[in-house]
């Protein structure tokens, strides 16, 4: 027999062993799930970690209002089917209490008041771990990301003061207050998390799947339509057939005109395809080290 | 396929980063997006080409000043292997970054500038690499094209590097010369070095053999969690999950739980897709046991037979990475696989000079990335194996209790 693995099996157990840990070394962990291709595998994950147990901690969305419909329908079914705890952060609450300001113009976006939210959701519900599908080949600045993530007091993130992390000996010790994020898919690829997807056969929103949409072009992106989408006089709707190879708000997701819609020729088109997957999030293309400056302040 | 993980260490100048953006642009894993943001930064900061160096320096200061800072991790896959890459700094301030970087590695590729040969800084990163139990290291001899190609050259440097990694405990040493910049034996092969037999980089990245490099002898398993669903359908299941550290499980096998000593045998290993015979690393599995006996995270489940040394006492090799020096009778906190204790350093015994790889007997001063033979005492027992023999079971690392910052990397003697 070969004593071998492979390389999505290998993945696998690395993120099993993370989430088995952070239930393990934390009181009060949970699961940010924004119902994202990423989330949902990092739930996929949890429930075989503490199989034929049930996940011991709750899934948390930040949910900014101006999500996809969609993603909030597969998120309440699922929710339903499994019998899981979910705690919603409402963005719009933030907004009522003053938290944060709304911004305004044609290329408003709320992606930057979730950190707000996110934080006082961590707050409320003293979670002292938050887990995240979030991956280290998504963009530069998570490229240097631990799975154990330090974050201090504010949720905020230093870079120069990371700790090491060696072997796969996990330090989650912390001080009063002080909480962690942890990402146990963080070595898996775009493609990865597509194979495992395939492999497990498990149920995504139909969002990622080509289907005829309203859309709308500007600068270069098509933006889906919808009720809060800010459209320019000159922006026309029209149909198009698409797909979302990443799933943010509404207002900042642009959508890849593709055939492919089913599993196998998604990730044909992955792996064919010439840009990368966050390459139509304009939430990262505001600055050079856009994602960088969020994470500073307390963002996922 | 199979997934391998190795680090590239070289300093500043020597083109570790033209190489990583090499083997990703060759082997066509850089998308056409930061292609255009690499092509578009390169033209602000000037310098002729296309600056590959800009795809891996993710940070802000480290793209304003042109040098590495942390380890960045880069993924690519060729039909063959998946690959992770740690690409880590190869200033001596940063050695902890690379220790970490080095530490899950199964191939360390150590550039060498063919215009200097062995320097300092090759001799660090060798030693380090054989300190972290890297079984593989590939020497990059890069910038061939700044040598004219020669292959006296070549030669010479890889008697250097011969003459000084025979010293270290290195299984598997490779050279290969190469010209980064110009793509000559990275990917494809050199047609300027025909004097050259040997495999390219990636040729040789993607068929060495690693399904050997984990111990399939010694039968280790530490407990990380209980699974108890005490549901109608498992009311008695109670199933211990972890990771496998080393050796093969096996249903039926006679066991003994550590520190408590009781013995059982094994009545079923779990996978979370179903029933298993066997469990090998690095598999995740659920173990139950015949017994109703007591067990709980921070034990170890082993083979009656092969027992890991038992001991409160640790004799280690350890590369400190804290501002303030180690404190001989300091108290610092200890993670060893799932197991926390407290411990207290006993003894410094000395510093090694890892530029000649001497024992340094009067200098205790144990600083920021030095490394150095200690001697701790734990608070409970812990359930070790040496370094060399086992990764796992013979790492550990030292943690400040006042700033929970992890002070100390560990690896047993």
Redesign the interface.
């Known amino acids: 027999m070969k004593y071998n693995l492979t390389h999505l099996k290998e993945l696998e157990s690395e993120a099993i062993f993370v989430i088995r840990e952070v239930a393990a070394q934390f009181e009060n962990p949970a699961l940010l799930f924004s119902g994202g291709k990423d989330s949902i595998v990092c739930y996929d994950l949890a429930k075989k970690a503490f199989w034929p147990g049930k996940v011991p901690f709750p899934l948390v969305h930040v949910d900014t209002g101006h999500n996809f419909p969609e993603t909030i329908q597969f998120r309440d079914e699922l929710v339903k089917k499994d019998g899981v705890e979910l705690i919603v952060g409402l963005v719009q609450d933030s907004i009522d209490q003053g938290k944060v300001v709304e911004e305004k113009g044609f290329n408003a976006s709320r992606n930057g008041l979730q950190t707000v939210t996110l934080l006082d959701t961590i707050e409320t519900n003293k979670f002292d771990a938050c887990m995240g599908g979030a991956r280290r080949d998504e963009e530069k600045a998570r490229a240097k990301e631990r799975f154990f993530s330090h974050r201090d007091e504010f949720g905020q993130w230093d870079p120069k003061n990371q700790r090491p992390e060696l072997w796969n000996i996990f330090n989650g010790m912390k001080n009063m207050g002080e909480n962690f994020r942890v990402f146990p898919i963080s070595n898996w690829t775009e493609m990865d998390v597509w194979q495992y997807i395939l492999a497990e056969n498990i149920e995504l929103p139909s969002l990622y799947f080509s289907h005829e949409r309203e859309v709308f072009v500007r600068d270069g992106v098509i933006y889906s339509d919808g009720e809060f989408m800010n459209k320019r006089p000159e922006e026309k709707i029209e149909k198009r057939t698409v797909r979302f190879r990443t799933i943010g708000d509404m207002t900042c997701t642009g959508a890849v005109e593709s055939p492919a819609d089913d599993l196998t020729k998604i990730i044909e088109e992955v792996a064919a395809t010439r840009t990368t997957e966050r390459g139509t999030r304009s939430d990262d293309k505001r600055s050079e080290a856009a994602m960088e400056d969020r994470k500073k302040q307390g963002y996922f | 396929?199979?997934?391998l993980r190795f680090t590239t260490a070289g300093s500043v100048d020597d083109g570790k980063s033209t190489l990583i953006g090499r083997l990703l642009y060759d082997s066509k894993a850089i998308?056409?997006?930061?292609m255009e943001a690499v092509e578009k930064?390169s033209k602000k900061i000037g310098g002729g080409e296309v600056n590959l160096a800009l795809l891996?320096d993710?940070?802000?200061s480290e793209?304003e000043q042109g040098i590495t800072?942390?380890?960045?991790?880069?993924?690519f896959?060729t039909p063959k292997?998946?690959f992770?890459i740690a690409d880590t700094p190869g200033h001596i301030q940063y050695t902890?970054?690379m220790?970490?970087g080095a530490?899950?590695a199964n191939l360390a590729i150590i550039l060498v500038d063919a215009r200097h040969g062995l320097v300092e800084q090759t001799a660090r990163h060798s030693f380090i690499a054989s300190l972290l139990g890297i079984k593989h290291v590939v020497y990059c001899i890069n910038k061939m094209d700044l040598v004219d190609f020669s292959q006296e050259v070549f030669d010479k440097i890889k008697k250097q590097l011969d003459d000084f990694s025979s010293k270290l405990d290195i299984a598997d040493v490779r050279y290969i010369p190469m010209s980064a910049l110009l793509g000559d034996n990275v990917v494809d092969r050199s047609k300027n070095m025909a004097w050259y037999q040997g495999s390219t980089l990636l040729y040789t990245l993607e068929t060495v053999h690693?399904?050997s490099d984990?111990n399939?002898v010694d039968c280790r398993f530490p407990v990380?969690?209980v699974?108890?669903?005490q549901?109608t359908?498992?009311h008695d299941?109670r199933g211990y999950?972890?990771?496998v550290a080393g050796g093969?499980f096996k249903k039926g096998d006679e066991i003994a739980v550590l520190p408590s000593g009781f013995t059982s045998k094994i009545a079923k290993i779990?996978s979370?897709?179903g029933e298993v015979d066997?469990a090998?690393p690095?598999?995740?599995c659920?173990i139950l046991l015949e017994d109703d006996i007591d067990v709980s995270?921070g034990d170890m489940i082993v083979r009656v037979n092969n027992q890991p040394d038992v001991s409160q006492d640790h004799e280690m090799m350890i590369c400190w990475?804290s501002q303030r020096p180690i404190q001989l009778n300091g108290k610092y906190?200890v993670?060893?696989?799932?197991r926390d204790a407290r411990c207290i350093v006993k003894d410094i015994k000395y510093k090694v000079d890892i530029n000649s790889l001497h024992r340094l007997e009067d200098d205790k001063e144990i600083k920021m990335n030095d490394i150095a033979r200690i001697s701790i005492r734990t608070t409970v027992s812990l359930f070790t194996d040496r370094y060399q023999r086992n990764?796992?079971t013979g790492?550990?690392?030292l943690?400040d209790e006042g700033t929970?910052?992890?002070v100390g990397?560990g690896m047993i003697l």
Do not use: C, W
């Open positions: 396929m199979e997934l998308f056409q997006d930061q930064a891996t993710g940070l802000r793209r800072i942390d380890v960045a991790y880069r993924y896959a292997r998946k992770i902890r970054n220790v970490t530490s899950t690693i399904a984990a399939h990380q969690t699974i108890r669903p549901t359908e498992y299941y999950a972890g990771r093969i779990d979370y897709d066997e090998f690095p598999m995740s659920t995270r990475m906190a993670k060893h696989t799932t990764r796992n790492s550990i690392i943690i929970n910052e992890t990397a």
